[in-house]
């Protein structure tokens, strides 16, 4: 995988590297075709890398001159690597950042510097804002997309309490197609791998009426086989078909206005979600079986089925008032999601579950901004946002014969979010080198919850319809209520940040931030019973970061690093527990944390035709006062948060005969030990132990990229790693794989 970007932070390093590094959390990102043409460019000095240009801060502005921490990922890097990448891959070479995909290609569990949530739930809202075209997306199941015909992605760390629509305490990650152009250009890719894997993605810009409307359409399929056996029923599990396809017209309806419209839909069936289990006893024995950890071989009673229908479109509307920019984003998602799966992942009938999700969602918002170039200059907007969520999931354990008792249980949740937010930020330019940023925004928002639980008393004869097990209509045994609410709750609250910056040479910045962050309250749509049925706090999160940026050895490296620390209160925390049906996951609020590291990231040319990257994180991250009602897990590291992350990797390129080349590439990434729960960390078996993943492509390229025929391999060294563990009914633990090696082959053509 060859994503041409920039990091570095790290805290430590500061004073080592003095004044050659930038803003706390570098984003620097190399734009390919850029890259590419430095790199076999002999004439004059040679090749070096240079910055791209990103929106992070609502401005195009190249990424070295923006004072925060962010990563930027070329869409053609992406495109350009091999086994077809999804959203959640995205982190795996950002320092202290990952999104392990669990099932299906959705539901990434998105953690940037310890900050995320393992819980899945659809009335849960993550602390790292995703974003599409500028359109915030807050249903997480939507989050794993395919990624296809992108202009870049760029990754910020930290609190994002100013500008970005959805206030969130710990950072953004925004995806950004390529849009319509009138040169007619375009791109089609075709892969083949492993598990009977094809993937085919495309797309084109056509110019409809001269240099007034254009069109791109883009699409994308992929399929494959499942990477695990059950060896129950003899069949594979994982398998999955992926299709999507994105239209935009871009209108240059005058001179000062400008017309984006995007209509997207995606459609997924898998049985991806492909989860084993093991006994917990010393020798692994459950119900008279043997349960080894790492394996793939899995024991489903039932098959896990997934599918998901999502659609949506934007219009983004952007026109020049005088000197400044006025612009409007107008969006609609509505996505739809069903889950039927083996609960406790074993032959026996022990738990089933079933889920089905829909979200719908609008919003608005609108900005305007002034010139950069002006010595003060200002940034001001409203965003709008609501949606509607409605959840039906179900557990049961059906007839059967090894001697559990029938049960059932099913909540319907419907939740309505609204938010309003106004937001401002200014500049002051107060002399050429230094900068002094103040950002401020309010946020209101209130939340309406309708939650019913139902579930039937042991012994008896439970179902008079197996085939649809879990609709309430299936059932003939009385059903009683065990957790209802039906309340409404409003939150307000302001968020700031300020950022003093230092131009210390011309290849050199250096930056200081203080940000507040806020995730606004909410309820625990998993409540299993009356006591806990309740409502969460909002978290506050105070950071404290400092960085630099540099560009060192005549452009040919850049070199960033940062250090921060965050002061963490009233945190919502996902606390995993086992049911005698299954896991439960539970949320709540855990008093006290906070964290504290430092990150490093490395770029560079050392040769013309050579092309390296690097970057570590360090992070400790652990709650100081974390209670419930029946254990103290103060001290407690947050989940999924390795105390190290690090990253390498590379390109060289061959000249051949008549312009091609061939290029060599390689990329690993790896972390140390972490545990998947914030509350299970007594149990080694709740861990995962530190890993290393690699990948290498070898691709023949004819001149100006026009043809790249690529050999890949993904996981190199068929590497064994968790990507997420739960306790499950007694006895039994529950864990996901990650993805076995992988080889294949690609042709791409452009146009």
């Not at 690597?81 to 099932?103: D, M, Q, R, V």
């Not at 995806?175 to 075709?190: L, M, Q, R």
């Not at 129950?232 to 240059?252: H, K, T, W, Y």
């Amino acid at each position: 995988m060859q994503l041409k970007r920039m990091y570095v932070n790290v805290g430590m390093a500061l004073s080592i590297f003095g004044t050659f590094f930038p803003s706390t959390t570098y984003a620097k990102t190399l734009d390919e075709d850029t890259v590419k043409a430095d790199a076999v460019d002999e004439k004059d000095n040679g090749a070096n890398l240079q910055s791209v240009i990103v929106t992070s801060s609502k401005r195009n502005e190249s990424i070295q001159t923006v004072p925060t921490a962010i990563t930027a990922i070329s869409g053609k890097s992406i495109t350009d690597s091999g086994n077809g990448k999804t959203a959640g891959e995205i982190l795996n070479s950002i320092p202290n950042a990952s999104a392990a995909t669990l099932s299906s290609h959705l539901q990434p569990r998105w953690f940037i510097r310890g900050l995320g949530t393992g819980d899945p739930g659809g009335n849960v809202v993550s602390p790292i804002g995703v974003y599409i075209d500028e359109v915030y997306l807050t249903n997480i199941v939507a989050g794993g997309f395919p990624l296809f015909d992108l202009e870049r992605v760029e990754v910020l760390r930290g609190p994002q309490g100013t500008l970005w629509g959805k206030n969130t305490t710990g950072g953004a990650i925004h995806f950004i197609s390529k849009k319509p152009t009138f040169d007619n250009d375009g791109y089609a890719k075709v892969e083949l791998g492993s598990y009977d894997q094809q993937t085919i993605q495309a797309a084109s810009s056509l110019e409809l009426v001269k240099d007034t409307l254009a069109l791109r359409a883009s699409v994308y399929q992929d399929s494959r086989d499942g990477y695990s056996k059950n060896i129950n029923d003899g069949g594979d599990r994982g398998g999955l078909r992926d299709s999507a396809i994105r239209l935009q017209f871009l209108a240059n309806v005058s001179d000062k206005l400008e017309a984006l419209l995007n209509v997207h839909a995606r459609d997924l069936n898998s049985d991806e979600y492909a989860t084993n289990a093991f006994g917990t006893s010393p020798n692994r024995v459950f119900a008279g079986s043997v349960y080894p950890t790492y394996s793939r071989d899995i024991r489903n009673n039932a098959k896990p089925k997934v599918d998901l229908d999502g659609k949506g479109l934007s219009l983004n509307i952007k026109y020049q008032l005088g000197k400044n920019e006025l612009t409007s984003i107008t969006a609609y998602e509505n996505t739809e999601y069903t889950q039927l799966g083996d609960a406790d992942a074993t032959a026996r009938e022990i738990s089933r579950s079933y889920g089905q999700t829909r979200s719908r969602q609008v919003s608005q918002e609108f900005r305007l901004v002034s010139p950069r170039e002006d010595r003060v200059n200002w940034i001001g907007g409203i965003h709008l946002f609501r949606e509607n969520l409605d959840i039906d999931s179900a557990r049961a354990a059906l007839p059967n014969s090894n001697g559990t008792a029938q049960v059932y249980q099913d909540s319907i949740l419907k939740q309505t979010t609204t938010s309003y937010a106004a937001f401002g930020s200014v500049t002051f330019d107060l002399t050429s080198d230094f900068k002094l940023t103040g950002g401020l925004r309010y946020t209101s928002e209130e939340k309406d919850i309708d939650l019913n639980r139902v579930a039937t008393t042991a012994g008896g004869t439970v179902f008079g319809n197996t085939a649809s097990w879990w609709k309430r209509s299936s059932i003939v045994k009385t059903l009683s209520t065990v957790a209802t609410q039906d309340e409404a709750n409003s939150w307000n609250e302001w968020t700031y940040d300020v950022t003093p910056e230092y131009r210390l040479s011309d290849n050199a910045r250096v930056y200081a931030k203080y940000s507040k962050g806020f995730r606004s309250g909410g309820y625990n749509g998993g409540a299993t019973t009356q006591s806990s049925v309740s409502v969460l706090d909002p978290e506050y999160l105070k950071a404290y970061e400092l960085g630099i940026k540099s560009e060192v050895f005549n452009g040919r490296a850049n070199i960033n690093a940062s250090i921060f620390y965050y002061d963490y209160k009233d945190v919502q925390v996902n606390t995993v527990l086992a049911s005698p049906t299954g896991t439960v996951s539970t949320q709540l609020n855990g008093a006290s944390a906070d964290a504290y590291g430092a990150e490093l990231e490395v770029e560079a040319l050392p040769l013309d035709r050579l092309h390296v990257f690097s970057s570590i994180g360090l992070l400790k991250a652990q709650y100081k006062d974390y209670k419930t009602a029946t254990a103290d897990y103060s001290g407690n590291d947050f989940g999924r948060s390795p105390r190290l992350t690090a990253a390498i990797g590379g390109d060289y390129r061959i000249p051949l005969e008549n312009g091609a080349s061939l290029v060599l590439s390689t990329d690993w990434y790896g972390k140390s030990k972490f545990y998947f729960s914030t509350s299970a960390q007594s149990d080694y078996e709740q861990g995962q132990k530190g890993y290393v993943v690699g990948n290498a492509q070898i691709s023949y390229v004819t001149p100006k990229d026009k043809l790249k025929i690529s050999l890949f391999a993904k996981n190199l060294t068929d590497r064994d790693y968790l990507t997420a563990i739960n306790p499950g009914v007694t006895g039994l633990n529950t864990y996901v794989l990650g993805d076995p090696r992988t080889v294949g082959v690609s042709v791409t053509t452009r146009w």
